[in-house]
């Protein structure tokens, strides 16, 4: 057997979730507060579209911002991690792992301020068991149906942006988790 069809026997039991979102001009950015830079958002800039210029193709040149869309910050992206790896030193096997899905849509389409707390994650634990060890923990809010829509995404008023995500606690637990090999 190659490794090409032991790969694909391995493979044919696992689900794979793509969780990209299509990238455009209206892909929604993180806005910062002054005085800190904001990154811009994309920008494609036609080269040929069919013509004399590429007659046989459509090319363009993108501009594109380090925060726009589904992307993966640098561990040293982060003053923390300032001196560790860089994207391209990352071992790929850190990339692919079993991923458990907390479900909360239902709780951040009723308040946008939603956030996941260790007593919550420890619930969902005591029912379903332990996060898997080099696992990724994914959390589900529906707020991707706001991914073409900036100001919808970015839910902000004169109090700044509302989103849902994970409270203090939960994040340095899962971060203490992810930092002893969790």
Same mark, same amino acid.
């Given at each position: 057997?190659?490794?090409? #069809?032991?790969? $694909? /026997?391995?493979?044919?039991?696992?689900?794979?979730?793509?969780?990209? #979102?299509?990238?455009?001009?209206?892909?929604?950015?993180?806005?910062?507060?002054?005085?800190?830079?904001?990154?811009?958002?994309?920008? &494609? @800039? /036609?080269?040929? +579209?069919?013509?004399?210029? =590429?007659?046989?193709? $459509?090319?363009?040149?993108?501009?594109?911002?380090? @925060?726009? =869309?589904?992307?993966?910050?640098?561990?040293? @992206?982060?003053?923390?991690? &300032?001196? =560790? /790896?860089?994207?391209?030193?990352?071992?790929? #096997?850190?990339?692919?792992?079993?991923?458990?899905?907390?479900?909360?849509?239902?709780?951040?389409? *009723?308040?946008?301020?939603?956030?996941? %707390?260790?007593?919550?994650? &420890? !619930?969902?634990?005591?029912? @379903?068991?332990?996060?898997?060890? =080099?696992?990724?923990?994914?959390?589900?809010?529906?707020?991707? $149906?706001? !991914? #073409?829509?900036?100001?919808?995404?970015?839910? +902000?008023?004169?109090?700044?942006?509302? %989103?849902?995500?994970?409270?203090? *606690?939960? +994040?340095?637990?899962?971060?203490?988790?992810?930092?002893?090999?969790?």
């Amino acid at each position: 057997m190659t490794q090409a #069809q032991s790969l $694909a /026997e391995l493979l044919a039991g696992v689900e794979v979730i793509d969780l990209t #979102q299509p990238l455009s001009e209206q892909t929604p950015v993180l806005k910062l507060p002054e005085p800190f830079a904001n990154t811009p958002g994309l920008k &494609r @800039h /036609e080269i040929s +579209a069919y013509d004399d210029r =590429g007659p046989a193709w $459509a090319w363009y040149w993108l501009e594109i911002g380090e @925060h726009v =869309g589904t992307h993966f910050d640098a561990p040293i @992206h982060w003053i923390t991690g &300032r001196d =560790g /790896e860089d994207v391209a030193s990352v071992p790929p #096997q850190r990339l692919v792992g079993p991923a458990v899905v907390i479900d909360k849509s239902a709780e951040a389409a *009723e308040d946008p301020d939603y956030v996941l %707390t260790v007593e919550e994650l &420890r !619930a969902f634990e005591a029912e @379903h068991g332990p996060l898997p060890e =080099g696992g990724w923990l994914l959390l589900r809010t529906g707020w991707d $149906a706001r !991914a #073409q829509d900036e100001a919808a995404f970015l839910n +902000a008023d004169e109090t700044g942006p509302h %989103t849902p995500g994970f409270d203090a *606690e939960c +994040a340095q637990l899962l971060a203490g988790s992810v930092l002893a090999g969790v």
